[in-house]
């Protein structure tokens, strides 16, 4: 069963408008969730990620997570997009037991003009 | 600013060449990993190494290998390189050591597209 799972592989959104990216976590993996950004051309960068505390995790460019348990769900969103937040996201999780991240299959975010 | 530094970007082997990929992280990090990205696929771990000449095999080992002689460097190696190698492959760093490195998230590289003909 797939540990971290993203469950829209493209998402075209306009400009200004809102957005959700969703993530659900299995069992398989601790409730140390991550979401990377990678813009084109270019590495993974940290967004934000959620350790324990406040369910609600604020990162950079405006963006935020909530980590719900019952739903074991960590979605990403933000009120308002821009042209340059065009990227692919990725959620990630830690492995229980292991000492490594385990990443989803990642979502195209497209914001149109 | 802190760097990973992956030696190509763009790299086309034949099949069946030995191929390597390097790795070079300046923030002394212990910990280097090996993803490869392919659509639909996400990131796939294929080896990690928490200190010099130690390696952990990952996801998706078969057909790869590490080398890690010094601190700041962790080589891929392809052995025979085949077509379905051909993927973009991610090096990644991270510190401290032990067991809550993941808590601090992972420096990546931008990242080799690598192609098999």
């Known amino acids: 069963a797939q540990s971290v799972t993203q469950l829209d592989s493209q998402v075209p959104v306009f400009e200004e408008a809102p957005v959700e990216l969703r993530c659900n976590y299995s069992?398989?993996?601790?409730?140390?969730l991550f979401w990377y950004v990678q813009y084109p051309n270019q590495g993974l960068q940290l967004l934000l990620k959620?350790?324990?505390?406040?369910?609600l995790v604020k990162g950079i460019n405006g963006f935020e997570a909530e980590f719900n348990k019952s739903q074991t769900s960590f979605h990403l969103r933000k009120p308002s997009v821009h042209i340059s937040d065009t990227a692919e996201y990725f959620c990630?999780?830690?492995?229980?037991?292991?000492?490594?991240?385990?990443f989803g299959t990642g979502t195209r975010l497209t914001v149109i003009p | 600013d802190v760097k990973v530094t992956q030696s190509s970007r763009y790299l086309v082997k034949r099949t069946g060449e030995k191929v390597f990929l390097e790795c070079v992280q300046d923030?002394?990090?212990?910990?280097m990993f090996w993803y490869r990205q392919d659509p639909g696929l996400g990131l796939r771990l294929i080896y990690f190494?928490?200190?010099?000449?130690?390696?952990e095999k990952g996801d998706i080992p078969e057909g790869y290998s590490v080398s890690r002689e010094k601190k700041e460097r962790f080589s891929l190696i392809l052995e025979s390189a085949s077509t379905n190698q051909t993927s973009m492959y991610l090096c990644?760093?991270?510190?401290?050591?032990?067991?809550?490195?993941?808590?601090?998230?992972?420096?990546f590289g931008s990242g080799t597209r690598l192609t098999v003909v």
């Open positions: 990644a760093s991270s510190s401290p050591g032990g067991n809550i490195t993941y808590k601090y998230g992972y420096t």
């Open positions: 069992s398989s993996v601790s409730v140390y």
């Open positions: 959620y350790l324990s505390g406040s369910t």
């Open positions: 990630a999780a830690r492995k229980t037991g292991a000492n490594n991240l385990f």
């Open positions: 923030m002394d990090h212990e910990n």
């Open positions: 190494s928490y200190d010099v000449k130690m390696k």
